[in-house]
Each structure stands twice: as structure tokens, then as C-alpha cells.
């Protein structure tokens, strides 16, 4: 097993496919259970217009157009307002799974037997450590919150300056909520597709999947647990 903090392997899936179904639109789980409150866009910028673009973009089905830069926006407030659609996303995703995703069916963060993931946030821990993989979202999670609610990363006010870091930042947001979809498809695929929902979990796992490519917020060797999957969803 390889015990990594970053992808690095250059294999994936063998001869094991996943399969791929995509509905047009992006419907809510029945039960809209979440594994946490909803984050709402930042309030004081331009959050709640380009919140607006986005739900007006994904009800026409077009994912592609939708995760792009709307003509005259500034782009550290759509990575912004995107940031945080996504994190409501898995929020959601991962709200279903909580009563199978345990510590004793889950012990690890993993995704498939070659990639396992420890926490470490460089603050209250700053050495990996070995988690079970609700644990795991769990300090993830409470991580982004942090960052969502920290003004002087996520700014509120209007016309408040972002920080020259803030890419680098959302860069790290979006790579460690990678990993839970790669949790989710390699460890709970089966009881998705038990629940009728793998195609709602396609579907954003596409929106997920073509925004972190537009804006390149995540290195290919990141996306190795999934990347035959990202393949087909990029057409490369």
C-alpha cells in the first residue's frame, strides 16, 4: 500500500471500471440530509449575483458554460462564491453516507488499496496523522469552514481586497474535497447506486471535476484515485 499525503502514483484503476451516468440536471438527495449547516455565499460581495449566474447557468444543463468566468467578473470572487457551492455539494454528498462512512467500516481515509490520506492542517496539527475516514471530513470540514469564515481570506465586504495567496488556498480546498469523492466512488459506490442517486453523484462530481479544470486548481497527479473517471468526464 502506498501511504501518501499527495497522489503521486501514476496508476489507477487496473481492470476495475467505474461506472459513469450523468443526468442533466442537478437534483437534490430525497432526504437533503447534511453532514453539516449550509454555507451560505459571502453576503457582502458580489456572492449572491454570481450565485444567481451559477443557478441560472446549471438549470440549462450546460456544465460547461457554467463553470466559466461570467465577461467582466473578477475571478478571485467567482473562485469565491464557486468555493463554497462546492462545499455545500459534498456536504450533501457525504450528509448520506454518514451512517456507513464509520470509523470501523472506514478506519482510513482511503481511496482503493494504493492511496491513503492523513490529516494535517499546519497548525493545531502539523505532523500527518492517521484518521478514520469520517474523521478525516470531519477536520476537513471544520478546516474549510475556518477559511470560509475568515475575512481576511474569504472577504465579506464589498470591494475588500482577497489575499495574494487565495488561489493557493482555494487550490487546497478543492484538492482535499477531491479526496472525499475519491472516498465516495472507491468505498461507497455500491450503497450510492443502492440509494438511486449515482447519477446526482456524477453529475456534480462533473461540475466538480470541469471547474477545478477551467481554473487548473488541481495537479493531474492528484486525480489518479478517479482519473479514468476524469478522463472521460474532460474527453481528453
Known amino acids: 500500500m502506498i501511504i501518501v499525503s499527495v497522489v503521486c502514483s501514476d496508476e489507477f484503476f487496473g481492470s476495475v471500471p467505474i461506472p459513469l451516468f450523468i443526468s442533466p440536471g442537478l437534483s437534490l438527495f430525497r432526504n437533503q440530509k447534511t453532514f453539516r449547516p449550509k454555507k451560505s455565499a459571502p453576503s457582502g460581495s458580489k456572492g449572491a449575483q454570481l450565485q444567481k449566474h451559477i443557478d441560472a447557468t446549471l438549470g440549462s444543463g450546460n456544465l460547461r458554460e457554467a463553470v466559466r468566468l461570467p465577461p467582466g467578473e473578477d475571478i478571485n470572487e467567482w473562485l469565491a462564491v464557486n468555493t463554497v457551492d ?12 454518514t451512517e456507513f462512512c464509520t470509523p470501523t467500516n472506514c478506519p482510513t481515509m482511503s481511496a482503493g488499496a494504493k492511496y491513503e490520506y492523513r490529516w494535517a492542517d499546519g497548525v493545531t496539527i502539523k505532523k500527518p496523522i492517521e484518521v478514520s475516514a469520517p474523521k478525516y471530513v470531519e477536520y476537513l470540514m471544520d478546516w474549510i469552514e475556518a ?15 482577497f489575499p495574494s495567496n487565495f488561489k493557493d488556498v482555494v487550490k487546497t480546498i478543492f484538492k482535499r474535497l477531491f479526496r472525499v469523492y475519491a472516498h465516495i466512488y472507491h468505498s461507497h459506490f455500491q450503497k450510492i447506486v443502492s440509494l438511486k442517486e449515482e447519477a446526482h453523484l456524477n453529475t456534480c462530481f462533473k461540475h466538480f471535476v470541469l471547474f477545478t479544470w477551467e481554473f487548473r ?13 476524469v478522463e472521460s468526464i474532460l474527453q481528453l
Not at 462546492?86 to 450528509?95: A, D, R, S
Not at 486548481?217 to 473517471?229: G, H, R, T
Open 86 to 97: 462546492f462545499f455545500n455539494q459534498v456536504n450533501i454528498l457525504y450528509g448520506t453516507l
Open 147 to 161: 477559511q470560509l469564515d475568515d475575512e481576511s481570506v474569504f472577504p465579506q465586504k464589498l470591494g475588500a481586497p
Open 217 to 229: 486548481l488541481i495537479n493531474k497527479e492528484e486525480l489518479a484515485p478517479l482519473y479514468d473517471l
